[in-house]
């Protein structure tokens, strides 16, 4: 167990300067001032010095990042984007929406009389959550725009400054907290009040207009800052049906003035000229919540303000504030986003496809085989399609995303990359044992998924069978699809290696063997910070257990399976509490959903998971992949002599803990689809990794001496 601990160790040292930057946050000064400037639909492809001056150089004063505008839906409309600033969680109303509301002047301020209403909705339930906590702290909140005032209403609605536009607000320095909608980029994309169906509604020449209408609306703002006011500007919704990454400035004291002006936080000084050298490298603005240096989310922004005016977030708030990272510039925050979206919008025809290979790759398999013929080319072609998957991360080696043909790299990166992982397997000097080659697939595949999770998912982030930004379901750790191929590939590997050890006659290494390399694959995916993945705790220990068991020659009973599940859940909890336990900076998801679960929050977000989790469940590209899979493989062992050639019970026969390794991954793959929210996705990934091995070891088995007889075929099931 000493190797277990060592890997154990290693996760926590990962984990551990994470931690340690959270505590470089948005600490502004006591009684600070802090003015916050939405921009709905703004992109850094926007910004420029020629078209929007003010823009640039307030680049050029200011930390750099990107803002995942994702709050419920696919798209962020401005009304859903304010009210998540207001709210400091994700937050919707619950149908496609358009601009906030009008709010309703009184005297000096205004009220909002909407905010009432949406407190009973299950997605607007903490609206006006930032304006009570100025309000608890006894400071008043100025809102300019529609936008704005919704913002910083408290559970009221109540504003106490208001105005339409920047020259109607009489006194800019009477409240420590401030916001503007800048609603000109957006404001003619909708169509009958409501966010279009198109992905860019208007022409390039149209929205470079926009762009400097917009630029002009901010310089109005900037122009009457109090000096020393810091300055939080997002574009906080989309403009359209495709999302984007949306920009995100920090100007604050102790950022270098990089376009050669005063230098000084607001006033003339920082922002009164018409323009500047190019912004160049800047700071990256980053969170925890994302744990990446460039990439925050809504809900950052309500704790970024209230901490940058020195008030504490209430503890329903669940965004971190911002903190300042490595140097990064507009061109690659703009590459960013060319990547999520390109990525986004390659997805769904790469499943289409992957799903017709996988489909037609059995109807010729169960053709050829059935008749005896082409059984090498079966083999190979199935260790080429096993080898689909770790090829969509690995190409993240390369800088596909630097190419003027973003799309055809990437794709071109993927074959590539299969052509690559499938000769090393094939010709590689374990090509001559049946078991080597889907042994060698299966460790590549647990190789490049394990090092990726210590070393930040870099590979897994803009990945098609990972995540991306722009979608805004994960930003660090370990998702849906790569745990099931991770699970899949070290209980396949285990296995494999467990039959080397069962016949030297070390059938207890071999147990103790695949219960340990699984617990270290079990712990990395449930680490905080590390894989952080709570349904994949739950899945991943019956998986091992029961490849255990099959190794060890025992049975496994339903109740023996459910007290696995079990098991799994009391493993993750643990793991959620102890995180729980560190400073709410530093903690993952994971330990904030105890909190969650302390303040009784947390069923709308076990609602959205649930609701996920049965609308994937019948997903026409993930499906048919389980569906042919399975009933191969079952037909295959039922019906051996006129689907397979009998191929898969001789592998099963020669190679009995190979049965272990599948058996094992199917469980994983079945209690992962039940519990997490990517639904068929899990258990279709563990098929499309588990049997085409199997299928390539059955293949080659057949070319060698049948060996001991084969076995019955009820034992496939336990």
Same mark, same amino acid.
Request: some cysteine; overall charge neutral.
């Given at each position: 167990?000493?190797?277990?601990?060592?890997?154990?160790?290693?996760?926590?040292?990962?984990?551990?300067?994470?931690? /340690?930057?959270?505590?470089?946050?948005?600490?502004?000064?006591?009684?600070?001032?802090?003015?916050?400037?939405?921009?709905?639909?703004?992109?850094?492809?926007?910004?420029?010095?020629?078209?929007?001056?003010?823009?640039?150089?307030?680049?050029?004063?200011?930390?750099?990042?990107?803002?995942?505008?994702?709050?419920?839906?696919?798209?962020?409309?401005?009304?859903?984007?304010?009210?998540?600033?207001?709210?400091?969680?994700?937050?919707?109303?619950?149908?496609?929406?358009?601009?906030?509301?009008?709010?309703?002047?009184?005297?000096?301020?205004?009220?909002?009389?909407?905010?009432?209403?949406?407190?009973?909705?299950? #997605?607007? =339930?903490?609206?006006?959550?930032?304006?009570?906590?100025?309000?608890?702290?006894?400071?008043?909140?100025?809102?300019?725009?529609?936008?704005?005032?919704?913002?910083?209403?408290?559970?009221?609605?109540?504003?106490?400054?208001?105005?339409?536009?920047?020259?109607?607000?009489? #006194?800019?320095?009477?409240?420590?907290?401030?916001?503007?909608?800048?609603? /000109?980029?957006?404001?003619?994309?909708?169509?009958?009040?409501?966010?279009?169906?198109?992905?860019?509604?208007?022409?390039?020449?149209?929205?470079?207009?926009?762009?400097?209408?917009?630029?002009?609306?901010?310089? /109005?703002?900037?122009?009457?800052?109090?000096?020393? %006011?810091?300055?939080?500007?997002?574009?906080? @919704?989309?403009?359209?049906?495709?999302?984007?990454?949306?920009?995100?400035?920090?100007?604050?004291?102790?950022?270098?003035?990089?376009?050669?002006?005063?230098?000084?936080?607001?006033?003339?000084?920082?922002?009164?000229?018409? @323009?500047?050298?190019?912004?160049?490298?800047?700071?990256?603005?980053?969170?925890?919540?994302?744990?990446?240096?460039?990439?925050?989310?809504?809900?950052?922004?309500?704790?970024?303000?209230?901490?940058?005016?020195?008030? +504490?977030?209430?503890?329903?708030?669940?965004?971190?504030?911002?903190?300042?990272?490595?140097?990064?510039?507009?061109?690659?925050?703009?590459?960013?986003?060319?990547?999520?979206?390109?990525?986004?919008?390659?997805?769904?025809?790469?499943?289409?496809?992957?799903?017709?290979?996988?489909?037609?790759?059995?109807?010729?398999?169960?053709?050829?085989?059935?008749?005896?013929?082409?059984?090498?080319?079966?083999?190979?072609?199935?260790?080429?399609?096993?080898?689909?998957?770790?090829?969509?991360?690995?190409?993240?080696?390369?800088?596909?995303?630097?190419?003027?043909?973003?799309?055809?790299?990437?794709?071109?990166?993927?074959?590539? @990359? %299969?052509?690559?992982?499938?000769?090393?397997?094939?010709?590689?000097?374990?090509?001559?044992?049946?078991?080597?080659?889907?042994? +060698?697939?299966?460790?590549?595949?647990?190789?490049?998924?394990?090092?990726?999770?210590?070393?930040?998912?870099?590979?897994?982030?803009?990945?098609?069978?990972?995540?991306?930004?722009?979608?805004?379901?994960?930003?660090?750790?370990?998702?849906?699809?790569?745990?099931?191929?991770?699970?899949?590939? *070290?209980?396949?590997? =285990?296995?494999?290696?467990?039959?080397?050890?069962?016949?030297?006659?070390?059938?207890?290494?071999?147990?103790?063997?695949?219960?340990?390399?699984?617990?270290?694959?079990?712990?990395?995916?449930?680490?905080?910070?590390?894989?952080?993945?709570?349904?994949?705790?739950?899945?991943?220990?019956?998986?091992?257990?029961? =490849?255990?068991?099959?190794?060890?020659?025992?049975?496994?009973?339903?109740?023996?399976?459910?007290?696995?599940? *079990?098991?799994?859940?009391?493993?993750?909890?643990?793991?959620?509490?102890?995180?729980?336990?560190?400073?709410?900076?530093?903690?993952?998801?994971?330990?904030?959903? *105890?909190?969650?679960?302390?303040?009784?929050?947390?069923?709308?977000?076990?609602?959205?998971?649930?609701?996920?989790?049965?609308? =994937?469940?019948?997903?026409?590209?993930?499906?048919?992949?389980?569906?042919?899979?399975?009933?191969?493989?079952?037909?295959?062992?039922?019906?051996?002599?006129?689907?397979?050639?009998?191929?898969?019970?001789?592998?099963?026969?020669?190679?009995?803990?190979?049965?272990?390794?599948?058996?094992?991954?199917?469980?994983?793959?079945?209690?992962?689809?039940?519990?997490?929210?990517?639904?068929?996705?899990?258990?279709?990934?563990? *098929?499309?990794?588990?049997?085409?091995?199997?299928?390539?070891?059955?293949?080659?088995?057949?070319?060698?001496?049948?060996?001991?007889?084969?076995?019955?075929?009820?034992?496939?099931?336990?």
């Amino acid at each position: 167990m000493r190797w277990v601990l060592l890997l154990v160790a290693s996760a926590l040292w990962w984990s551990l300067p994470v931690a /340690a930057r959270a505590d470089d946050t948005a600490t502004g000064e006591a009684g600070g001032r802090v003015a916050f400037i939405g921009v709905p639909g703004l992109l850094w492809d926007d910004i420029d010095p020629r078209d929007t001056p003010r823009l640039w150089e307030l680049a050029g004063q200011s930390g750099l990042g990107s803002v995942s505008v994702k709050t419920v839906g696919t798209v962020t409309c401005p009304y859903d984007g304010w009210l998540t600033v207001s709210a400091g969680v994700r937050s919707a109303v619950g149908r496609r929406c358009g601009l906030p509301p009008e709010p309703i002047a009184q005297g000096q301020g205004a009220i909002v009389p909407e905010v009432r209403e949406l407190l009973g909705t299950r #997605d607007g =339930t903490y609206a006006g959550t930032l304006g009570t906590a100025v309000h608890a702290a006894g400071e008043c909140t100025a809102a300019v725009g529609r936008g704005a005032a919704l913002a910083l209403a408290d559970k009221a609605g109540q504003v106490d400054l208001y105005a339409s536009e920047p020259a109607a607000l009489g #006194d800019w320095a009477r409240c420590r907290v401030l916001a503007v909608d800048v609603a /000109a980029l957006v404001e003619p994309y909708l169509e009958d009040g409501r966010l279009p169906q198109d992905p860019e509604a208007i022409s390039p020449e149209r929205r470079r207009d926009l762009a400097r209408q917009a630029d002009s609306e901010v310089a /109005a703002v900037l122009d009457r800052l109090p000096a020393g %006011t810091e300055v939080v500007l997002a574009g906080i @919704g989309d403009h359209g049906s495709v999302p984007h990454l949306r920009v995100a400035m920090w100007k604050r004291p102790g950022i270098t003035d990089r376009t050669g002006g005063a230098g000084s936080p607001g006033g003339e000084g920082a922002a009164g000229g018409t @323009g500047g050298s190019p912004p160049g490298e800047g700071p990256s603005i980053g969170t925890n919540s994302t744990r990446r240096d460039d990439l925050v989310v809504l809900p950052d922004i309500t704790p970024t303000i209230l901490t940058a005016a020195g008030l +504490a977030p209430p503890a329903t708030v669940v965004g971190l504030p911002w903190r300042l990272g490595d140097p990064v510039t507009p061109a690659d925050l703009v590459r960013a986003d060319t990547a999520g979206v390109s990525v986004r919008g390659t997805t769904g025809v790469f499943f289409t496809a992957f799903a017709i290979l996988q489909v037609g790759f059995y109807a010729v398999a169960y053709f050829l085989l059935s008749r005896r013929r082409r059984l090498g080319l079966v083999g190979t072609a199935a260790i080429v399609l096993a080898c689909v998957p770790v090829s969509t991360y690995a190409v993240n080696l390369l800088p596909w995303d630097r190419s003027p043909y973003v799309v055809v790299t990437l794709i071109g990166g993927v074959l590539a @990359g %299969t052509a690559l992982i499938a000769a090393v397997a094939l010709l590689g000097p374990w090509r001559r044992d049946p078991l080597g080659p889907p042994a +060698a697939v299966a460790a590549i595949t647990a190789a490049v998924l394990a090092g990726d999770l210590l070393t930040g998912t870099t590979l897994q982030f803009n990945s098609l069978m990972g995540y991306t930004a722009v979608v805004g379901g994960r930003y660090y750790g370990l998702a849906n699809i790569p745990f099931a191929l991770l699970a899949t590939a *070290v209980l396949m590997v =285990t296995a494999i290696a467990a039959e080397l050890l069962v016949r030297a006659g070390h059938r207890r290494p071999a147990v103790a063997g695949v219960a340990g390399l699984g617990v270290a694959a079990t712990l990395l995916a449930g680490w905080p910070g590390v894989g952080s993945d709570f349904g994949g705790v739950i899945a991943f220990v019956p998986g091992i257990a029961v =490849t255990a068991l099959l190794v060890a020659g025992q049975k496994v009973s339903v109740l023996k399976l459910a007290a696995f599940c *079990v098991l799994g859940g009391v493993l993750v909890s643990v793991i959620a509490v102890l995180d729980h336990l560190r400073p709410p900076a530093a903690q993952t998801h994971l330990g904030r959903f *105890v909190g969650q679960v302390l303040d009784g929050t947390f069923l709308p977000m076990i609602a959205r998971k649930l609701g996920a989790m049965l609308n =994937t469940l019948l997903s026409p590209n993930l499906m048919p992949i389980v569906l042919a899979g399975l009933a191969f493989l079952v037909f295959a062992v039922l019906r051996p002599g006129q689907v397979s050639a009998g191929v898969v019970p001789r592998a099963f026969a020669q190679a009995p803990m190979l049965r272990a390794g599948l058996v094992g991954a199917l469980v994983s793959g079945v209690v992962g689809m039940l519990v997490n929210d990517s639904g068929t996705a899990v258990l279709s990934m563990a *098929v499309a990794l588990a049997v085409p091995l199997v299928l390539h070891a059955g293949v080659r088995s057949s070319e060698s001496p049948a060996g001991e007889a084969e076995r019955p075929r009820s034992e496939i099931f336990f």
